[in-house]
């Protein structure tokens, strides 16, 4: 089974900050990550998918890149509503995998 | 844009099955539909996927006691795990693989 790691597990940062989330499989997975926004309370939401397309309505201060085992999630200039935890979740095989989240802090 | 519900119990006892539904707004054709949950304050665990045939794959940790079944007529897939103990307890989650999501249910396992 892939394992995906994330780091930071935690972050802290200000309005207007660029922040960037690292993510690494055990294995190649391609381009096959998608990375997700959770809220308290609620259900993950699809930011990026295949690892750097943004999905439809999401803002374009977030940006993905990376390829192969490792990749990245930018916001560029943080807003006081992009806090919560961070996902990202390989897709290249089965069982799908998760990595243990990032928790931004405003 | 299709949208899922869980249905189900919110308490179940210890040792006894825990039972979902997920019902689908559009056609549950093609596509892999799937189980993840969530304990409180911990992480994603995706639990496994069921097509509209009835293949299925689970997560070799919890494969000895997990059932995903589908209902094509009614546009519903399911979900039952047996044997439950409080490290159950979460939210769970059904989503098309890829998306979207359900909004998720949290069942508790307690006396």
């Known amino acids: 089974d892939i394992q995906m790691t994330q780091s930071p597990s935690s972050l802290s940062a200000s309005v207007g900050d660029r922040v960037t989330f690292t993510c690494r499989a055990s294995?190649?997975?391609?381009?096959?990550l998608n990375w997700y926004h959770q809220k308290p309370g609620k259900a993950p939401k699809l930011l990026i998918f295949?690892?750097?397309s943004l999905q439809s309505g999401v803002p374009s201060r977030f940006s993905g890149s990376g390829s192969g085992t490792e990749f990245t999630l930018t916001i560029s200039s943080l807003l006081p509503e992009d806090f919560g935890t961070y996902y990202c979740q390989q897709n290249y095989n089965f069982p799908r995998s998760f990595g243990q989240g990032t928790k931004l802090e405003i | 844009q299709v949208q899922l519900q869980e249905s189900g119990p919110g308490l179940v006892k210890p040792s006894e099955t825990l039972s979902l539904t997920c019902s689908v707004s559009g056609s549950i054709n093609y596509y892999y539909w799937t189980w993840i949950r969530q304990p409180p304050g911990k992480g994603l665990e995706w639990i496994g996927y069921i097509t509209d045939s009835g293949r299925t794959s689970y997560i070799s940790s919890l494969k000895s006691r997990v059932t995903m079944s589908v209902d094509t007529s009614k546009n519903q897939f399911s979900l039952k795990l047996n044997s439950v103990t409080a490290a159950d307890t979460a939210v769970y989650y059904c989503?098309?693989?890829?998306?979207?999501w359900g909004q998720g249910i949290l069942v508790t396992v307690s006396s």
């Open positions: 294995q190649n997975i391609n381009i096959y």
């Open positions: 989503a098309r693989d890829g998306g979207p």
């Open positions: 295949s690892a750097s």
